[in-house]
């Protein structure tokens, strides 16, 4: 089976986050660091793909299941902003339509409970949803948990793609620094994204 080069960079992603980690100063190579979060975005064949991932206390303020009212307002109003990903990515040369959407909050939050926005949906493929799993999301023997989102979106003359701007810092003031990759079928690149620095330029 041959993979896209979206699926490909997704598949390799988590390798090169490491190997970029290997180069960062002493005592800065733990991939969970609280305040950093990663990105990556792929675009082939007219189809956007990006991946969000973070340690959940970036998003939430906790690591742990939300037990307290409080915690469980957090977790809801994350996931409230992470599905409607046109309030933090803003695309420049030309127009995108979110196609699908799959929000992991399982680190956080019972697993087995799944919510839709509204679309049609299907798990996983197509259509729109957010789905809580305790898969990559769930909280591991050292205590920290991930919150993690997919998204899908349909690019027309996706070539024409400029930039994409990224407001998740303003969104989530926990987070200081978003590790990006980008890919198209032309170039690729890396950079670290800033409450300064927003904007991914695909070229």
């Known amino acids: 089976m041959t993979l896209s080069r979206p699926a490909l960079l997704f598949v390799l992603f988590p390798m090169l986050l490491s190997a970029s980690m290997l180069c960062r100063p002493s005592g ?19 189809t956007l793909e990006i991946q969000f991932n973070s340690p959940a206390t970036n998003l939430v303020g906790f690591e742990q299941r939300a037990k307290s009212a409080d915690q469980k307002k957090a977790v809801a109003r994350a996931e409230t902003i992470l599905r409607d990903p046109n309030r933090f990515f803003v ?38 949803s957010a789905h809580y799993e305790g898969g990559h ?25 400029v930039s994409v701007a990224v407001n998740l810092i ?23 994204l800033t409450s300064n620095r927003s904007v991914v330029f695909l070229e």
């Open 91 to 128: 695309f420049e040369g030309t127009s995108c339509q979110l196609q699908n959407t799959t929000i992991d909050l399982g680190g956080v939050l019972n697993t087995g409970a799944e919510v839709s926005d509204g679309h049609d949906v299907e798990h996983h493929h197509g259509g729109s």
């Open 28 to 46: 800065a190579q733990d991939a969970h660091t609280h305040g950093v979060a990663a990105l990556t975005m792929a675009i082939d064949k007219g």
């Open 170 to 192: 303003s969104e989530f003031p926990g987070i200081e620094d978003i590790n990006t990759m980008w890919i198209t079928p032309t170039a690729q690149g890396a950079v670290s």
């Open 137 to 161: 999301g769930e909280i591991p023997e050292s205590g920290h948990s991930e919150i993690s989102a997919e998204y899908r979106f349909s690019c027309k003359n996706a070539e024409e793609l």
